[in-house]
Nanobody, 119 residues
Framework: QVQLVESGGGLVQPGGSLRLSCAAS????????MAWYRQAPGKQRGLVAR???????NYADSVKGRFTVSRDNAKNTVYLQMNSLKPEETAVYSC?????????????WGQGTQVTVSS
């Protein structure tokens, strides 16, 4: 099992910044990707940003140029730097890790952290 612990959420004013962190621990074998998703009230959960073991990344179109995903491989930690936040980005942000090899890959989720963008 892999455990994920997220931190960094909170209340921020429109146009402000936040940095989320997600640390993975436990029986880690080979992390393939680390990602952030978000779910606003009444909406489906959607991908915000993902970083692969190769270092390549992808982002939701709505956050390109404002959000940056990065990882510290030594710490098994993924970060999400969020700049120029908008009220409509208020949501629960959850970390996702895909770990394992082709024959035994598993997907793990963190408990989520609330991000509220409001004046």
């Amino acid at each position: 099992q892999v455990q994920l612990v997220e931190s960094g959420g909170g209340l921020v004013q429109p146009g402000g910044s936040l940095r989320l962190s997600c640390a993975a621990s436990g029986s880690i074998s080979s992390i393939k990707s680390m990602a952030w998703y978000r779910q606003a009230p009444g909406k489906q959960r959607g991908l915000v940003a993902r970083i692969f073991s190769s270092g390549s990344t992808n982002y939701a179109d709505s956050v390109k140029g404002r959000f940056t995903v990065s990882r510290d491989n030594a710490k098994n930690t993924v970060y999400l730097q969020m700049n120029s936040l908008k009220p409509e980005e208020t949501a629960v942000y959850s970390c996702n890790v895909v770990d394992g090899y082709s024959w035994n890959q598993k997907s793990y989720w963190g408990q989520g952290t609330q991000v509220t963008v409001s004046s």
